[in-house]
């Protein structure tokens, strides 16, 4: 089988239990939630059915190989070198997001959030008794980017503690560059904020662009960031459930662990072996899960070339952002469903008159999206 034919496979996942395929009928192609349709890297495959075999399935802790696996993986690709002290194993990365707010910011401070983003970046802070302000993502040129004035203006406020970041961002598809982080560090750090940086998708890059993990800018921005990556995107083993934190600062480590014990889980072993079989062996895999990717993305872009339909620059992701404001729809969720496709709208964002779609799937499955897509959008107009 050639490599490409190997990410082309159509892959029945209808009775899975997925949350992808299970939300809608079965004629509808469901192209929202981030979880792509390929088969998981062979070496994740053999490592979880040896370790089935083994039939013993008790308590299990993280063992060191998966650190050093994970350190090899930052300094090769990030040039960052995280201390093993420093890591806190997880079994995903909304509950980090949320328990980093709990546990590292008071009620009623302010959380700022630049916006329109993943849900669980703006649910943090208001399920926690916390102000949120959204700062906006503006486009600079032809690519989405916070808008740096109004991250000041909100830094300013007495109450502001806080800066959840996004990176590469979510929807949006914007990979920051070292010039922005800094720009915003060197507010962090002016005005004192935690930062709690959401780096899930950084193994994702599409574009020329070089992922910076936030806290490797300098040793200040490590002391005041929580570092939250996981494997889960990159290899497509969410289910599994696994997620790490990296936190250097002892205090900060210190009240998030306080926060967690008792109620959030260790990771499942079964986690354990993926995230290491992923991160140890399943570079050629993911190489060509690039490769693919970008051409979905290329093949996309093509599709709404000559439509109403705008897309940004995409950077990072499998997650394209597309701007329907120019179609007036008003609920472009039941539009899309009652034409076969399932979207996320971009209102659960923040951004209404957009949406977003996950092109993590065989050709085949993003081109038959896109004629209903196409067609219905046509009809309308
Ligand atoms: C930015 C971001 N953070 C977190 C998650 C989910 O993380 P987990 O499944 O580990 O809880 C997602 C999933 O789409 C995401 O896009």
Redesign the pocket.
Known sequence: MSQASYFDEIIDRIDHNSDKWGKYSSDVIPMW??DMDFDAPKCVKEALSERVNEGVYGYSYAPKSLVQAIQEHCLQRYQWSPSSAHFIHLP????A?HLCVRALSEPNDRILVPSPV?Y??TKAPEMSDRKLDRIPFVLKGNRWSVDLDSLEESCKKADASMLLL?NPH?PGATVYTREELLAIHELAQRYDLRVVS?E??CDLILSAAQHIPFASLNDDAAQRTVTLM?P??TFNI?GL?Y?FAIIANSQLRQRFNHARAGLIPAPNLFALVAAEAAYRHGQIWHQELLQYLRANCAYLRQRISGTRIHMAEHEATYLAWLDIREYHLENPHDFFLEAGVGISDGAGFGAPGFIRLNFGCPRSQLEQAMNRILIALDSQS
């Open positions: 939630i981030a995903g990365l909304v509950c997001l993943y669980h970046l996004c979510n959401d899930i998708h996981a889960s995107k969410a459930g997620a």
